[in-house]
């Protein structure tokens, strides 16, 4: 009896052990929120772990309001890396708040501290046997008086992708599937995809809340959703592992 409880302990051993983590950083677009029992407000990554099997962890280390600057110089960086392990993957997936440039604890120029601060997730990543994905920043609903859906990402998208190539890292363009997203729901339906209620019209808000950047538990959905159709389409072989952890 106790051989067969040895080896049970031992499977689920190694079972454990092979298992592998999703690590994602970034800002409020990616992030878990309080009260998710009532809070509309919803990161993507916040609903990322039903789409991979058992086999794969989900950390969401997302934290709201966050730059590639302040991420780092809050050793939230330094408390991720810590914990990497070979097998590992990170999403990476800033902009929304490097682009404050009126606040010096966030802002980075997208060609130099912002593309310097991505390339440091990327290596020391590699340094610790993980396996890094690059993302650029989601779209805002932002539409004329034509319909028509205005970037508003500046360089910052451009440069992820430029650090992408030049590094070898798996890079899935969020900005233009979002874009696509935003489009297909309309100027109006895509308020779905966002926190708009009136006053009164939600108890968590009850002042009423417009925001064409944060998302709802629709908005996150269908960006986790893009994100992983993107993996289990690439044809990149360092997405390979990660692809078959998908979810049929």
């Given at each position: ?106 802002y980075t120029n997208p060609h130099t501290a912002y593309r310097h601060n991505l390339i440091r997730f990327v290596t020391e990543s ?123």
């Amino acid at each position: 009896m106790k051989y067969y409880l040895l080896i049970i302990l031992l499977i689920a051993f190694n079972v454990s052990a092979q298992k592998t983590t999703l690590y994602c950083i970034g800002d409020s677009t990616m992030a878990n929120k309080k009260d998710a029992d009532k809070n509309p407000e919803h990161g993507w990554c916040q609903v990322l772990q039903p789409f991979f099997n058992e086999s794969i962890t989900v950390e969401n280390k997302a934290v709201n309001g966050r730059s590639t600057k302040s991420f780092i110089d809050e050793k939230l960086w330094e408390s991720v890396y810590k914990s990497l392990k070979k097998g590992d993957y990170v999403f990476i997936q800033f902009g929304h708040n490097d682009e404050k440039i009126t606040d010096s604890t966030r802002y980075t120029n997208p060609h130099t501290a912002y593309r310097h601060n991505l390339i440091r997730f990327v290596t020391e990543s590699r340094e610790k046997g993980a396996i890094p994905i690059l993302f650029s920043s989601i779209a805002r609903r932002k539409f004329n008086e034509q319909g028509v859906l205005i970037s508003s990402h500046g360089d910052y998208p451009l440069e992820a992708r430029l650090v992408a190539q030049e590094l070898n890292v798996p890079f899935i363009d969020l900005e233009h599937y979002t874009e696509l997203l935003e489009q297909a729901y309309g100027p109006e339906k895509s308020e779905k995809l966002h926190l708009h209620f009136k006053a009164g019209e939600n108890a968590y808000y009850p002042e009423g809340k417009d925001d064409d950047t944060h998302l709802s538990l629709l908005g996150a959905t269908e960006i986790a959703k893009i994100a992983v159709e993107q993996i289990k389409t690439s044809d990149n072989v360092l997405l390979k592992g990660l692809r078959k952890r998908v979810r049929s």
